[in-house]
């Protein structure tokens, strides 16, 4: 059974920064497409960031030159470096696995107060 878990999220101040992990069980998560989606209160999901097997990323162009999306296949873990916070950035972060059967985590709250 495929378990995603985040971890990291908190409050903190316009300016300051935060670091999101996401530890997969239960999956080869080497070979996994993996991507890191928030929801702010009522507005739908969205993408923040993703990365390839092959460790290549892709951003939403709200957080590029501010967050950066890592993996480390050894410790089957996505972190989710997130500097310069935003209080739009407020919202529930998930991670999610890709593939024929899609996986999200159950999500961590980052509020980012102004």
């Known amino acids: 059974q495929v378990q995603l878990v985040e971890s990291g999220g908190g409050l903190v101040q316009a300016g300051g920064s935060l670091r999101l992990s996401c530890a997969a069980s239960g999956t080869i998560f080497s070979i996994n497409v993996m991507g890191w989606y928030r929801q702010a209160p009522g507005k739908q999901r969205e993408l923040v960031a993703e990365?390839?097997?092959?460790?290549?990323?892709n951003y939403a162009d709200s957080v590029k030159g501010r967050f950066t999306i890592s993996r480390d296949n050894a410790k089957n873990t996505m972190y989710l470096q997130m500097n310069s916070l935003k209080p739009e950035d407020t919202g529930v972060y998930y991670c999610?696995?890709?593939?024929?059967?899609?996986?999200w985590g159950q999500g961590t709250q980052v509020t980012v107060s102004s």
């Open positions: 999610k696995r890709f593939g024929a059967v899609v996986y």
């Open positions: 990365i390839t097997s092959d460790g290549s990323t």
